[in-house]
Nanobody, 115 residues
Framework: QVQLVESGGGLVQPGGSLRLSCAASGSSFSIYAMGWYRQAPGKQRELVAAITSGTTNYADSVKGRFSISRDNAKNTVYLQMNNLKPEDTATYYC??????????WGQGTQVTVSS
């Protein structure tokens, strides 16, 4: 079993920045990929960014503004969000895929971009 703890959400003005963190803990697991998804009210959950050992992938809407990184020693993934826009407002979820292809989701953290 893997537990995910997310942090870093909040209220920020347009043009501001936030950094999300997601730490995975448990026993005897090996992570293949980590990523961030988001879901706005009335919309489907969508991929924001994902990272494996060698590659990163971003939604077109966040390219050039968001950056995903991973600390393998801490089993933690980060999402640095810059130049935030009102349309980035959503609940952000961390997703971890193990080498066994089991998938775990975080509880979600709210990001609100508003003046």
């Amino acid at each position: 079993q893997v537990q995910l703890v997310e942090s870093g959400g909040g209220l920020v003005q347009p043009g501001g920045s936030l950094r999300l963190s997601c730490a995975a803990s448990g026993s005897s697991f090996s992570i293949y990929a980590m990523g961030w998804y988001r879901q706005a009210p009335g919309k489907q959950r969508e991929l924001v960014a994902a990272i494996t050992s060698g590659t990163t992938n971003y939604a077109d809407s966040v390219k050039g503004r968001f950056s995903i990184s991973r600390d393998n020693a801490k089993n933690t993934v980060y999402l640095q969000m810059n130049n935030l826009k009102p349309e980035d407002t959503a609940t952000y979820y961390c997703k971890v895929t193990l080498n066994t292809w089991l998938v775990y989701w975080g509880q979600g953290t709210q990001v609100t971009v508003s003046s």
